[in-house]
């Protein structure tokens, strides 16, 4: 194979996991054919075994991609500022936004893939790939909590507690979308994380 025939398939390769990726936290595993993964990234669902040995390869691979993205943000959040306490305000009224209920596609993994991961097998490169991504997003949040009068185990307690209950009031206000209770959700809990913080 040629230099840019290599090219080529690394950059179709690509877009399919970009697309499978959006697709993955709108629709779910379950809700995709791999025509419509391909059709998504503008290829024709023949050449889809040159790329992976199967959609369960190709959905892990897109979850990780996935989670990158969110760790992409959490990262430049705190990078951003000097102050934890103040990435973590930013990220409470990101996470528990309009916006990003209405964007399941290019938001967060660990909301959007939790219930397709835990239908998975155990052995599933979505089940791994959700696993290592909360793992990662965890330790993020560990940071965020780490404070002079906390331990570490004290700072990834509150971390837990503060990433599930995020998780929880966005898949509910998702749930419950387009109603004035979906907008209550986010609200009472974004100002209640808030408060508790301070």
Do not use: W
């Amino acid at each position: 194979m040629g230099r840019a025939s290599r090219a080529d398939a690394a950059k179709h390769r690509a877009e399919v996991v970009a697309a499978t990726s959006k697709l993955l936290r709108e629709r779910g595993a379950a809700g995709m054919t791999v025509q419509e993964l391909m059709a998504a990234a503008g290829l024709t669902h023949g050449g889809f075994y040159k790329h992976f040995g199967s959609k369960d390869e190709l959905v892990g691979v897109a979850a990780s991609t996935a989670f990158e993205e969110i760790m992409t943000l959490l990262v430049g959040l705190e990078e951003g500022s000097d102050d934890p306490s103040a990435a973590r305000t930013t990220l409470l009224r990101q996470y528990l936004s309009i916006e990003h209920r209405d964007s399941a596609g290019v938001g967060c993994a660990n909301a959007a893939l939790a219930a397709d991961a835990a239908r998975s097998p155990a052995d599933s490169p979505l089940r791994a790939s959700y696993e290592a991504g909360l793992r990662d997003t965890l330790a993020q949040f560990t940071r965020y909590a780490e404070t002079a009068d906390r331990t570490p185990e004290e700072a990834r307690r509150r971390a837990i507690l503060d990433f599930s209950t995020m998780v929880g009031a966005l898949t509910l206000a998702r749930a419950t979308s387009q109603t004035p209770l979906s907008d209550e959700i986010l609200q009472v809990v974004r100002q209640a994380m808030t408060d508790a913080a301070e």
